[in-house]
């Protein structure tokens, strides 16, 4: 639908720099796409567009937290099997916003079975009950909160609009989605999905638009109880922040990382070198948890690098929509910038062994190949913040003590990796590394099916996943029965 004022936003193509969305009546009348039947403009929230988003899931709360749960679960199953339908439509969708590969992407797969999941989930919403106070009876129920405001990223949308609202939802809660400005025209056409699943009115909202003021107001909005974000360390911190000043709301962040790989002499390098490139490699470097820091023991350091530049750098760029295709483009000029400034920094700081260039001048889009660094200083800023490209530094280490050192000297936490045929040495590094996630003999982006995810330190607080995700939209109430003697 219009946003209030009748403002849209334009997207777009990162691999072409030609706009991406404008003139069509619906998403749902444009697939397949062609250049005489583009998609429609984005509509752009605004603040009385966003309040009113809030206004309708606090007034659809009390019918939907009082559901038969199995109910709510049946809404989610029809939109998980929507979802799957489509899924080749949002692939393209995703190509031509942010220029994600349609080779790819498996997040259609990976959002439907979220959403299945935690249709089925309903009866783990227990709480607990004791006899432990003498004279009386005890219990805990755990309640949703009301309405939760979830603002999902650019690099991974389907992904995050899964595994986000399934628990919110599930639980009882209502929900205001918001998109990101970079990446809005799959989870706009999911929206039209979630009309078709049934959903009743005002249970869930989903607006596109940019931080501000979409952001703002719901970070600020007295009737927001829970904000899950996922997202750069920089806007977590504005989100906490206007939570502290507006009604101390729950915040769940997931931020970013700066995530190292330790490879030690003993470790199978094959594997080694063919998961850490993939790591980095993939979304083109586009992922908060990519091991963009990975230190080799110097006896084995040459061979690594070796491999790891020929396995890197053997990517296959191009147009995301051909299937060949595995190397997308950067999501836009921003972030292309970005990753370019980093990458001049880089040089000074540190030995070039691979790329180092963009390829905007030469064919118009925002790809930049993939670049290896070695033996850069520990200090440099290449090292200490996230780049969020296709960028990785080698460095070497001697000693155990050494590279936990090095590891841990970060202000992210999100995940870290360990390579060694030592299970001893792996479980000292593992407890000893200052990570939400550690990998032994694996890499990111693989994590397990039913384990929490969430960083330390600046990469976030709060735990999400198939067994977790729940409690983040679950209020806990104690309550006491005073017992008469006859």
């Known amino acids: 639908m219009e946003a209030?004022?009748?403002?849209?936003?334009?997207?777009?193509?990162?691999?072409?720099?030609?706009?991406?969305?404008?003139?069509?009546?619906?998403?749902?009348?444009?697939?397949?796409?062609?250049?005489?039947?583009?998609?429609?403009?984005?509509?752009?929230?605004?603040?009385?567009?966003?309040?009113?988003?809030?206004?309708?899931?606090?007034?659809?709360?009390?019918?939907?937290?009082?559901?038969?749960?199995?109910?709510?679960?049946?809404?989610?199953?029809?939109?998980?099997?929507?979802?799957?339908?489509?899924?080749?439509?949002?692939?393209?969708?995703?190509?031509?916003?942010?220029?994600?590969?349609?080779?790819?992407?498996?997040?259609?797969?990976?959002?439907?079975?979220?959403?299945?999941?935690?249709?089925?989930?309903?009866?783990?919403i227990q709480g607990q009950s004791s006899v432990n106070t003498p004279g009386h009876v005890t219990m805990t129920l755990r309640q949703p909160?009301?309405?939760?405001?979830?603002?999902?990223?650019?690099?991974?949308?389907?992904?995050?609009?899964?595994?986000?609202?399934?628990?919110?939802?599930?639980?009882?809660?209502?929900?205001?989605?918001?998109?990101?400005?970079?990446?809005?025209?799959?989870?706009?056409?999911?929206?039209?999905?979630?009309?078709?699943?049934?959903?009743?009115?005002?249970?869930?909202?989903?607006?596109?638009?940019?931080?501000?003021?979409?952001?703002?107001?719901?970070?600020?909005?007295?009737?927001?109880?829970v904000l899950s974000f996922t997202g750069s360390s920089r806007t977590g911190k504005l989100i906490q922040q206007a939570a502290a000043q507006t009604n101390l709301k729950k915040v769940v962040l997931e931020l970013g990382g700066k995530s190292p790989a330790i490879v030690f002499d003993d470790a199978n390098l094959k594997k080694a070198v063919e998961q850490t490139a993939k790591s980095v490699q993939s979304n083109s470097g586009q992922v908060c948890m990519a091991n963009t820091r990975i230190y080799v023991q110097k006896g084995v350091a040459e061979g690594f690098v070796k491999?790891?530049?020929?396995?890197?750098?053997?990517?296959?760029?191009?147009?995301?929509?051909?299937?060949?295709?595995?190397?997308?483009?950067?999501?836009?000029g921003v972030q292309y910038e970005n990753v370019m400034r980093f990458i001049e920094e880089g040089k000074g700081t540190g030995t070039l062994a691979?790329?180092?260039?963009?390829?905007?001048?030469?064919?118009?889009?925002?790809?930049?190949?993939?670049?290896?660094?070695?033996?850069?200083?520990?200090?440099?800023?290449?090292?200490?913040?996230?780049?969020?490209?296709?960028?990785?530094n080698i460095n070497t280490f001697e000693t155990e003590g050494e590279v936990i050192a090095k590891a841990n000297d970060t202000e992210f936490g999100l995940y870290a990796s360990v390579y060694t045929r030592s299970i001893n040495r792996a479980m000292r590094v593992a407890k000893a590394l200052e990570s939400g996630y550690v990998g032994i003999n694996c890499t990111s982006p693989l994590t397990g099916r039913d384990l929490p995810f969430g960083g330390y330190k600046g990469s976030g607080q709060g735990r999400e996943g198939v067994l977790y995700s729940m409690d983040n939209f679950l209020e806990t109430k104690s309550v006491i029965i005073q017992i008469e003697d006859e």
């Open 307 to 332: 491999a790891f530049t020929e396995k890197f750098g053997a990517v296959r760029d191009g147009d995301p929509l051909a299937k060949e295709t595995n190397h997308g483009p950067q999501a836009d």
């Open 4 to 124: 209030s004022d009748k403002k849209t936003f334009p997207v777009y193509s990162p691999t072409t720099r030609e706009i991406s969305a404008i003139g069509a009546p619906t998403l749902a009348s444009t697939f397949p796409l062609t250049s005489t039947n583009p998609l429609p403009p984005v509509p752009e929230a605004t603040a009385s567009d966003t309040n009113a988003a809030v206004a309708a899931a606090k007034a659809a709360f009390p019918a939907w937290s009082a559901l038969d749960p199995t109910a709510r679960g049946a809404c989610l199953k029809k939109l998980a099997a929507l979802i799957r339908i489509h899924n080749a439509e949002l692939a393209h969708l995703e190509a031509i916003s942010m220029g994600m590969p349609i080779s790819n992407f498996h997040y259609g797969h990976t959002c439907a079975f979220q959403l299945d999941n935690h249709a089925e989930a309903w009866p783990h």
């Open 354 to 392: 691979l790329g180092g260039k963009g390829k905007l001048e030469g064919n118009g889009g925002f790809w930049i190949e993939p670049t290896v660094f070695l033996d850069t200083a520990e200090d440099a800023k290449i090292m200490k913040e996230e780049v969020f490209g296709p960028v990785v």
């Open 145 to 225: 909160y009301g309405v939760v405001a979830l603002i999902i990223p650019w690099n991974a949308p389907v992904h995050f609009f899964g595994s986000k609202a399934a628990p919110a939802l599930i639980t009882g809660n209502t929900v205001v989605l918001k998109s990101s400005e970079k990446a809005p025209l799959a989870v706009a056409r999911i929206a039209e999905l979630v009309v078709e699943a049934g959903f009743p009115k005002g249970v869930f909202n989903i607006i596109s638009g940019h931080g501000l003021p979409s952001g703002e107001v719901l970070s600020r909005h007295m009737d927001v109880r």
